[in-house]
C-alpha cells in the first residue's frame, strides 16, 4: 500500500471516493475488525455471521461513499453507525413476513391434500396439546397479567393503538409490554 500509512484518515477517504481502490482497501482493512465486532453483537439471530459481516461491510462502503468531513464527527463514529444500522435493516428485513414469496406459503388444507389427509397420530396430538397447555402455564407465571392480556390482543393481531384502546392504555405502553414480553419469552422453555 504506497505511501497511505503517511496519509490522514480523511485524505484516505478522499482517494477513495476518487475512486482510488487501494485507499478503499486500505480502510476495508483498517474497518474489518470493527464490522466483525459489531456482527457478533447479533449472533445468534436469523442471519449466519458471515452473512452479518457482509451486510456490515455494505454498511461500511456506504459509509465510506457518505462520509462528510465538513460535519465535525470522526469516520470512526460515522462508520461505526452506518454498519450497525445496516446489520439491523437486514435482521428486520429477514424478520418480515411481507417478503416471504405468496408461493412458499402452503394452505394448511392444500398440504393435508398432498399428504394424504393424514394427520397427528394420537401419540403426537396428545404430546403437542401437553406442550401448549405446559407453555400456556409458563405464560402465566412469567407475564403479568398486563402483559398476557397485550399478548393476547397482539397474537389475534390487533395493533398498537388498538391494544391500547381496549386495555385503557397509551400505546407506548404497550410497546413497552411487548419488549418485556420479548425478554421474558427468551428463557421460557417447554
Known sequence: MRMLK???????????????????????????TAV???ASKYAGFAIERED???????GLLA??????CKKGILFSTYCCTCINNSLQTALRKVSRRKDVPPGNIVPLEEWFAENGG?????????????????LTQQLQDELSEFENNVLRLHMIGCSYSEIAEKLSK??????????RIRKKLKVVSF
Not at 63 to 68: E, G, H, I, L, Q
Not at 119 to 131: G, K, N
Open 36 to 38: 466483525e465486532v459489531l
Open 63 to 68: 459509509a465510506v461513499k457518505s462520509f462528510d
Open 52 to 58: 452479518l459481516i457482509q451486510e456490515g461491510m455494505i
Open 6 to 32: 503517511n496519509l490522514t484518515e480523511t485524505e484516505i477517504l478522499s482517494l477513495s471516493k476518487e475512486g482510488d481502490n487501494e485507499a478503499l482497501t486500505f480502510i476495508i482493512t483498517r474497518y474489518r
Open 118 to 134: 393424514t394427520s397427528l397420530s394420537a401419540e403426537d396430538s396428545f404430546l403437542a396439546q401437553e406442550s401448549v397447555s405446559m
Open 170 to 179: 397509551n400505546p407506548k405502553a404497550i410497546d413497552n409490554a411487548l419488549q
